[in-house]
């Protein structure tokens, strides 16, 4: 029903910037909220980053605010996360996911795209 392909991922310096992008496609209209996860190597997926479709209001994770950002793209059904200051520790995979309600798990998820930031 929904399809979700994160790109942008690749090797960083600490302190570098990369830009992740999740493309949506198929009933994007039923999936009104967002998300950003990631799991770093040997620990579980953790919450990076949230946004509503319908409100546009970001909400992100303490270990990335002021850092991270999301940035929309409503004519192409896209959103993006801009990563600033990377350290070592936001080494992980970066999951987009997607859902129809606020409560509740995410219904939808991307392969994933690798983000390696090295000292």
């Known amino acids: ?5 994160e790109s942008g991922g690749g090797l960083v310096q600490a302190g570098g ?3 992740l992008s999740c493309a949506a496609s198929g009933r994007t209209f039923s999936s009104n909220y967002m998300g ?3 799991q770093p190597p040997g620990k579980e997926r953790e919450f990076v980053a949230a946004f509503t479709w319908s409100r546009g209001n970001p ?3 303490d270990s990335v605010k002021g850092r ?3 940035i929309s793209d409503n004519a192409k059904n896209m959103v993006h996360l801009q990563m600033n200051s990377l350290k070592s520790e936001d080494t992980a995979v970066y999951y987009c996911a997607a859902k ?7 219904d ?3 392969q994933g795209t690798q983000v390696t930031v090295s000292s």
């Open 59 to 61: 909400y992100y994770a």
């Open 17 to 19: 910037s990369l830009r």
């Open 68 to 70: 991270f950002t999301i």
């Open 1 to 5: 029903q929904v399809q979700l392909v």
């Open 108 to 110: 939808y998820w991307g």
């Open 100 to 106: 129809t309600r606020l409560p509740g798990q995410y």
């Open 36 to 38: 950003w996860f990631r």
